[in-house]
């Protein structure tokens, strides 16, 4: 099996779980979203859902910075966003932060200081696709020079000067007497 085979079949195992559908959106998969909300008690699971919905929208994705798949997001400015008290969001995210299926670290600064969340699956996912795409890659790459290879071999088995064959005298001779066309042609054959 191929390597970016065995890297696909990796991705389905890890971030599919939900068998009957098998849907990415904004590189995260929607499958283990929907099976991480449906763990969680059904009264906080849309407020849930919008919290990670928040968290992918802000998410920074430029992987040459040191926050790489990292949000800053304060519970207030979440709770302003939403229009529900700091209180209740903050009992959402320890909620979610205790699933063993989160999606999310949670990194608490301290005292007046806002936390922010490391978004640790689709890191994990990315960096997968990448695999994927650099073995896809390679793969190519190899492809192409044993193609190149068998090309050269075929031309040198083809056109090599044993196996010369002269395209000038490889043709069908005449079968007519080429003197007696000409004379009947010019009208010299009359008497």
Sequence with gaps: MLMSEQLKEQLRKEFMPIKSLKV????????????????LDKGIRGVCSMILDFFEARVNTDDTKDNYMIVYASQKEIADEFGFTREYISHCINRMVE???????????????????????????????????QAQQEELKVKNEEKQDRQKKEYKNNYSSSNKVSTFNNFKQRTYDFEELERKLLGWDRK
């Design 99 to 133: 699933n063993t299926i989160c999606p999310f670290v949670k990194v608490r600064q301290g005292l007046n200081k806002s936390n922010y969340y490391i978004m640790k699956k689709k890191k994990e996912m990315i960096d997968l696709l990448k695999k994927i795409f």
């Design 24 to 39: 990415y959106s904004n590189a995260n998969a929607v499958n283990s979203k929907i099976s991480f909300i449906k763990s």
